[in-house]
């Protein structure tokens, strides 16, 4: 599979990951054993970047990855997250203090089994807390040999810059796919003008660009229940325009999922990081790799894109969001 480096580091990843948020209950339960075959099954196709966070499950998903990855630590490329306390389904705060990002990571290494975390994220800026001193803190880590690389999540250009001149960052990893294009027009020049690569989460707009999207009607274990754009009256307008780039992915012979990702790998050097639940699903995403998209297509489905309605997240979380 083909790989690139993450940001200015070397570390090499594949150019897709996987993101294991949806393996520990995100959006309805699932069988540790199922999750953790899934996740062998993840690793046996190449795809080497995987994606979890201290919150996922209250460490149950670093647990997760730290039973199934045993023996093949260094077949695979750990990126995961502090910064969230609390319960992920409410009641959450940020905590950027120095300390607490050493407190992390000792956590985080223990549950997943390892003595080093490759890429090592904030999961959202604290905004109680200089960016400067919880990038020093991760920093220092760094030089300690505890972390490979920095990266910071959702956070916005200004954030980027200051974090910048206190360690380097080599990755942001922001929301970004057909259902949530936001960062094109001002963020992504930045990202490639500074050698930042974007790991864009939720690339299939949290199931809104697949096959499924139909279908959707989230239960009420589902975290979706709580976002706007699942939610009528949006939810109804976006099935239709999910539906429309379904029929241009029948068009080009492909399923929208797989065109889906392929327009954000071909909209630049970018590593989206698709979750499932589902082997046939893993699979149906790797063949995104082999999709070549004409520049009139691409722009066709960023047109498409701008029609999303909706916030992507409720009023509570998206009180954690860094903008600029």
């Known amino acids: 599979m083909e790989q690139i480096n993450l940001g200015k580091s070397d570390i090499r990843v594949s150019r897709m990951g996987f993101g294991c948020w949806g393996l520990s209950g995100a959006y309805g339960s699932i069988a540790a054993g199922e999750a953790e075959r899934l996740l062998q099954a993840v690793a046996d196709t190449g795809i080497n970047f995987l994606d979890t966070a201290d919150v996922y499950g209250g460490g149950a998903n670093e647990e997760l990855l730290g039973r199934a990855l045993a023996g093949r630590r260094q077949e695979v490329v750990l990126a995961t997250k502090f910064g969230y306390v609390g ?3 409410g009641g959450l705060r940020i905590d950027g203090r120095p300390e607490y990002v050493v407190a992390a990571c000792e956590a985080s290494l223990r549950r997943l089994r390892t003595d080093y975390l490759d890429l090592y994220y904030l999961h959202r800026v604290d905004k109680t807390v200089p960016i400067t001193e919880t990038v020093g803190a991760m920093q220092r880590l760094k030089d300690q040999g505890k972390i490979r690389a920095i990266g910071l999540s959702e956070a916005g250009i200004a954030t980027l810059q200051k974090a910048g001149r206190t360690g380097r960052i080599d990755v942001l990893q922001s929301e970004y796919s057909l259902a949530t294009p936001d960062l094109q027009d001002r963020v992504l ?74 327009w954000i790998l071909a909209s630049g050097n970018h590593i989206p990081i698709p979750g499932t639940r589902k082997l046939d699903h893993l699979r149906e995403n790797c063949r995104a790799l082999e999709l070549r998209l004409s520049p009139d297509i691409v722009q066709q489905l960023a047109s498409l894109a701008r029609q999303f309605r909706g916030a992507r997240h409720n009023p509570a979380n998206a009180a954690f969001y860094d903008v600029d």
Request: proline share 6%; glycine share 10%.
């Open 87 to 89: 319960d992920e389904m």
């Open 189 to 262: 020049p930045f990202l490639e003008e500074q050698g930042i690569t974007l790991a864009a989460f939720s690339p299939l707009g949290r199931g809104m660009l697949t096959a499924l999207a139909s279908g959707l009607q989230p239960g009420s274990d589902d975290y979706r229940r709580l976002i706007p754009r699942f939610q009528e009256p949006y939810l109804s307008h976006n099935i239709r325009i999910a539906e429309q780039m379904q029929d241009m992915a029948q068009q080009l012979g492909t399923s929208l999922a797989i065109l889906s990702l392929g």
